[in-house]
């Protein structure tokens, strides 16, 4: 079992920046593969950025490449979305996930096995 929970949202005004941490507990963090997925209502989810359990492999959707960075820190348990140059587009539910089967990101929901509560960021024009 893994347990995660997300933090860091909030409301920014367009062209700002925000951080969101994910903290983990339950099997060993530094054993498996991490990913950023959000989701609008009405929309389904989308994927955002994941990281391998290392942190050497990183993958970005195209919307968010340039301006998001996924990092983690295995001491800490925990995985982070730094977001810049935020549009009012990035308005979402932004959730963390575990793959506790892969040790290579993914981009494909299905491959997550828990997810976080979420956290809402609020992008105002």
């Known amino acids: 079992q893994v347990q995660l929970v997300e933090s860091g949202g909030g409301l920014v005004q367009a062209g700002g920046s925000l951080i969101l941490s994910c903290a983990a507990s339950?099997?060993?963090?530094?054993?498996?593969?991490m990913g950023w997925f959000r989701q609008v209502p009405g929309k389904e989810r989308e994927f955002v950025a994941a990281i391998s359990w290392s942190g050497l492999t990183i993958y970005y959707a195209d919307s968010v490449r340039g301006r998001f960075t996924i990092s983690r820190d295995n001491a800490k348990n925990t995985v982070y979305l730094q977001m810049n140059s935020l549009k009012p587009e990035d308005t979402a539910v932004y959730y963390c996930a575990a793959t506790v089967t892969r040790r290579a990101p993914s981009a494909t929901e299905a491959d997550y096995n828990y997810w976080g509560q979420g956290t809402q960021v609020t992008v105002s024009s």
């Open positions: 339950g099997r060993t963090f530094s054993s498996y593969a």
